[in-house]
Structures are given as structure tokens and as C-alpha cells.
Nanobody, 122 residues
Framework: QVQLVESGGGLVQAGGSLRLSCAASGRTFSDYAIGWFRQASGKEREFVVAISWSCVTFYADSVKGRFTISRDNAKNTGFLQMNSLKPEDTAVYYC????????????????WGQGTQVTVSS
């Protein structure tokens, strides 16, 4: 069992930056791949980026070059650095964890945080 808690969301102007954190507790954090997803109002939850236990990463095209995922296994924490934010990045951002390799589908992730709101104003 893994518990995940996101933080770092907020309101930012277009072009600005935010850094989200995903604090994990429970089983060994380094055993899990971590994914970030987002859900805008009225839309389905979508994949943003994921990182494996060995720091292999995969990004959605919409955030490539602007967002950077990382993890600190010693601190049981994952991070999402978001730069050059756009109004279309506005959503609730969720971190998720799964054993094994990274995946882009929500159905493969076993554990989810409660989400943190990111709002980008134009």
C-alpha cells in the first residue's frame, strides 16, 4: 500500500512556473513508477508524464520541453517542474504510482493522490 499526497499547486500567470511535489508513504517508494496526470473541468483525466524507478521518463507531447519530472527516492518524493505554463495547462494534477514499468493509461496505476489544482491565467 502506498499513500500519495500532492502539493505545490496554485494560481500563476501564463508563462510562469510551478513545482508540484508528490510525497509518498507506505511501501518502498523506489519500487514504483510514478505518473502525473491531469483533469481539466469537464474533461477526462489525461497522461502528462511518468518516471520509472530507474528514472526512465516519458512525456506527453503537449508538455514536452516545458515540464520536467524527477524523483528523490531517499526522500520518497516525486516532483513535476512546470515551466512556460499556458492557460490550457489549467487542471487538477494527480500523481499516481504503479509497480513495474511506466505506463500512460490511468488503468495501470494502483495508487492515486487527492490532486492539486493548477490554474494558469491569461
Amino acid at each position: 500500500q502506498v499513500q500519495l499526497v500532492e502539493s505545490g499547486g496554485g494560481l500563476v500567470q501564463a508563462g510562469g512556473s510551478l513545482r508540484l511535489s508528490c510525497a509518498a508513504s507506505g511501501r518502498t517508494f523506489s519500487d514504483y513508477a510514478i505518473g502525473w496526470f491531469r483533469q481539466a473541468s469537464g474533461k477526462e483525466r489525461e497522461f502528462v508524464v511518468a518516471i520509472s524507478w530507474s528514472c526512465v521518463t516519458f512525456y506527453a507531447d503537449s508538455v514536452k520541453g516545458r515540464f520536467t519530472i524527477s524523483r528523490d527516492n531517499a526522500k520518497n518524493t516525486g516532483f513535476l517542474q512546470m515551466n512556460s505554463l499556458k492557460p490550457e495547462d489549467t487542471a487538477v494534477y494527480y500523481c499516481a504510482a504503479k509497480v513495474g514499468t511506466i505506463a500512460t493509461s490511468t488503468s495501470f496505476y494502483d495508487y492515486w493522490g487527492q490532486g492539486t489544482q493548477v490554474t494558469v491565467s491569461s
